[in-house]
């Protein structure tokens, strides 16, 4: 297929490189000793930030491409919105717009991780190169999914949400915030070790933005430790989220997402001070940066998987 120029990779007038097999690339490749950067590629109609700009087979690919070209350990591929009162869509359909972009960023020797709470959508993608599994759903995962990922030992990410996007919103309710996240995340670490997982394989995300306010996302992220201290790497998103742009009001007008990003660059640099395995984000160069330098400023290591 004909994937047209890359920006970044060359002048404007330059064919995208060839994708060929390479030597697969394993989790055990990916960086020690600094935070990962988990670039997200949303292929998408109604995401709140991207969506729409990557619906093309041809457009997801080079986009992603561009990620992994520019330095992001893991792309993260997803192909439902998972915003408050995004409108759900069928595995069927998040496998249409998800699978052959997972299969040709696999080619071209990504690790790939596949934000999804289906579990035949996460099936599919694992089947189709995929490595890491990012579920977003929390206290509603699919009942199978404990299974899944235990048959498979795939990585899985375990994130904290109440309800859905469709309720999340009123689901944020919280006397001590972060007792109540880590009290609910030990609950559905338990539901998978149950099923057989192994609990190497699990990484906590604490849900910033789901079912949580603005003030319960900061006391969450002050208290990484916390999270760090449970014994499992820990993944933190808040890429271009609506508590930034909150905090970046002028004028009474919240900053638009695409004007986050550098307050998204500072939270990643912090939170990789404090021991996150992960930050999940839209703007690979400014984070990676932003880990490197909280690397040699802590002298931290992270766990590998």
Request: charged letters at 20%; glycine letters at 8%; hydrophobic letters at 45%.
């Amino acid at each position: 297929m004909s994937l047209g120029a890359i920006p970044g990779t060359g002048p404007a007038t330059s064919p995208l490189p060839v994708i060929r097999k390479t030597t697969a690339r394993t989790l055990a490749d990916l960086p020690t000793d600094r935070t990962l950067v988990m670039g997200i590629l949303n292929i998408t109609e109604d995401s709140f930030s991207d969506g729409g700009r990557y619906t093309k087979v041809d457009d997801a690919i080079a986009h992603g491409l561009r990620m992994y070209y520019g330095g992001a350990d893991i792309i993260d591929i997803g192909g439902e919105s998972t915003r408050p009162g995004a409108e759900p869509v069928s595995p069927a359909t998040e496998q249409a717009r998800i699978i052959p972009v997972i299969a040709a960023l696999a080619k071209a020797g990504a690790i790939i991780s596949v934000d999804t709470m289906h579990t035949s959508t996460a099936r599919a993608a694992l089947a189709a190169g995929a490595h890491i599994i990012n579920d977003v759903s929390g206290l509603t995962h699919e009942a199978d999914m404990p299974a899944l990922i235990a048959e498979t030992g795939a990585p899985y990410v375990l994130m904290h949400r109440r309800g859905d996007a469709a309720t999340m919103t009123t689901e944020a309710n919280y006397a001590d915030v972060v007792a109540e996240v880590i009290e609910e995340l030990l609950a559905l670490r338990e539901t998978f070790t149950a099923a057989g997982v192994r609990p190497e394989q699990l990484i906590l995300d604490p849900g910033l933005g789901f079912a949580k306010d603005a003030e319960h996302n900061w006391e969450l992220l002050r208290s990484l430790d916390r999270f760090g201290a449970l014994g499992h790497r820990v993944l933190v998103g808040t890429s271009r989220k609506h508590f930034l742009g909150s905090l970046l009001t002028v004028d009474g007008k919240a900053a638009a997402p695409a004007e986050r990003d550098a307050a998204t660059t500072a939270t990643s640099a912090l939170a990789a001070a404090n021991g996150a395995w992960g930050v999940r984000v839209h703007d690979v160069a400014s984070n990676l940066d932003a880990v490197k330098v909280a690397r040699a400023w802590s002298a931290a290591t992270v766990p590998a998987l």
